[in-house]
């Protein structure tokens, strides 16, 4: 199954993610929305948090809209911490 078949995502983002090593959805999968975002800015990419947005739609099969508004803080607080510099 390629990427782009998935909700919210085409060939743009599929490319995004194989460039930062992510080509299958169990990769996907196993990394969640937050890891492949930030793996997908840590390739140079230009992507605002509407990636993100859509990568958790793919997973949930929502769409990216219904994502922000139900889980957008969350999925923020998860970014915030996944950036932050451990302790």
Do not use: F
């Not at 743009?12 to 929305?33: P, Y």
Request: contains cysteine.
């Amino acid at each position: 199954m390629k990427l782009r078949s998935l909700r919210n995502l085409g060939p743009a983002s599929e490319e995004m993610l194989r460039r930062a090593g992510i080509d299958t959805l169990k990769q996907l999968k196993a990394l969640g929305a937050v890891k492949a975002y930030v793996a997908v800015q840590q390739t140079g990419a230009r992507c605002n948090k509407n990636l993100l947005w859509a990568l958790q739609g793919a997973l949930d099969d929502m769409h990216w809209i219904d994502v922000k508004d139900v889980q957008g803080d969350l999925l923020e607080k998860e970014l915030k911490r996944h950036k932050s510099p451990s302790r």
